[in-house]
């Protein structure tokens, strides 16, 4: 079956880690997101990636990191620098119709 | 610029009655409009899409909306709510250059 799989699912992290979130998908999509959302908000987005080896910051990409080294692949790293990362992530892919198909999320907890 | 509104944060039916969940967008382009639900703790999946074709959109598990361009809406509406209907749903607009805007998302809760 075709998806997005996000990984871990859970995850917790003490100040000053950086952690990576994982996000693969099989659609042959060639866009790709990451967005955070928080209780009583809409999604905000971090990072995009339009094709392979490049990506765009989003309205939220302080203290955040990607990379696309692959069209399947587009993990997240969330950086000490990120001042309150505590939140639900959510990846997600898209043709060019503007739908997006999305993970399952990763709820990052900071200890 | 576009943005989404979400009328109701929070809305209850009882089961078998009739959902209505409100959304409000504006758009400088002729938008795409799309409505999503979410389980607790997991993603979001497509309930249904507007993108100019006919106005009135039929999704799955029953749901339709209506785009309306004069009163810039795209309401959810259910005839009959049903328990696993209890989810967040969330309202997202489109522009031509796919950029997207999500609503703050509206809790649906059905009491038996």
């Known amino acids: 079956d075709g998806g997005i799989t996000q990984s871990p699912k859970y995850l917790f992290r003490k100040e000053g880690q950086n952690v990576t979130l994982s996000c693969e998908q099989n659609?042959?999509?060639?866009?790709m997101y990451w967005y955070r959302q928080d209780p009583g908000q809409g999604l905000r987005l971090i990072y995009y990636?339009?094709?392979?080896?490049?990506?765009q910051k989003g309205d939220i990409a302080e203290g955040y990191s990607v990379s696309r080294e692959k069209k399947e692949s587009f993990p997240l790293t969330v950086t000490s620098a990120q001042k309150n990362p505590t939140a639900f992530y959510l990846c997600?892919?898209?043709?060019?119709?503007?739908?997006?198909?999305f993970g399952e999320g990763s709820r990052l907890t900071v200890l | 610029a576009q943005s989404v509104t979400q009328l109701d944060s929070h809305v209850s039916v009882s089961e078998g009655t009739p959902v209505l969940l409100r959304c409000n967008y504006s758009?400088?382009?002729?938008?795409?409009l799309f409505w999503y639900v979410q389980h607790p703790n997991k993603g979001l999946q497509l309930l249904l899409k507007?993108?100019?074709?006919?106005?009135l959109v039929k999704g799955i598990n029953g749901f339709e909306a209506e785009f309306k361009k004069s009163e810039t809406s795209f309401h959810l509406t259910k005839p009959s709510a049903h328990m696993s209907d209890a989810a967040e749903y969330v309202c997202?607009?489109?522009?031509?250059?796919?950029?997207?805007?999500f609503g703050a998302g509206t809790t649906v809760t059905v009491r038996a």
């Open positions: 758009s400088s382009y002729s938008p795409s």
């Open positions: 990636s339009q094709i392979v080896n490049d990506f």
């Open positions: 997202v607009v489109s522009s031509n250059d796919y950029k997207l805007s």
């Open positions: 659609l042959n999509h060639d866009a």
């Open positions: 507007y993108t100019s074709a006919a106005t």
């Open positions: 997600a892919s898209s043709i060019d119709t503007g739908e997006l198909f």
